[in-house]
């Protein structure tokens, strides 16, 4: 079983920054591919950013250039930089652990990130 925690949400205004993090428990974290979603009100959850267990990342294009994720795997966490955040990126923010062929998919309970104007 996996247990992911996610932190470093919070209220910040139009164009600054937060870091999201999120922990993982157990020992498949590096072997794991790691994603931030997002839900914000009224609408679907949407993948924000992924990273592969070999580094390789993903950005949805409403991100791109903004922010950043990576991954520190003695530390079974991943990370996402969040810079020249927008109001439109107001959501809560879940964390995704993907064993891929091993087995198992794991979600964080999630992180309110609020964008003021």
């Known amino acids: 079983q996996v247990h992911l925690v996610e932190s470093g949400g919070g209220l910040v205004q139009a164009g600054g920054s937060l870091r999201l993090s999120c922990a993982a428990s157990?020992?498949?974290?590096?072997?794991?591919?790691m994603g931030w979603y997002r839900q914000a009100p009224g609408k679907q959850r949407e993948l924000v950013s992924s990273?592969?267990?070999?580094?390789?990342?993903n950005y949805a294009d409403s991100v791109k250039g903004r922010f950043t994720i990576s991954r520190v795997n003695a530390k079974s966490t991943v990370y996402l930089q969040m810079n020249s955040l927008k109001p439109e990126d107001t959501a809560v923010y879940y964390c995704n652990l993907d064993l891929g062929y091993l087995g198992g998919n794991y979600w964080g309970e999630g992180t309110l990130v609020t964008v003021s104007s």
């Open positions: 157990g020992k498949l974290f590096g072997v794991s591919d």
């Open positions: 990273i592969t267990s070999g580094g390789s990342t």
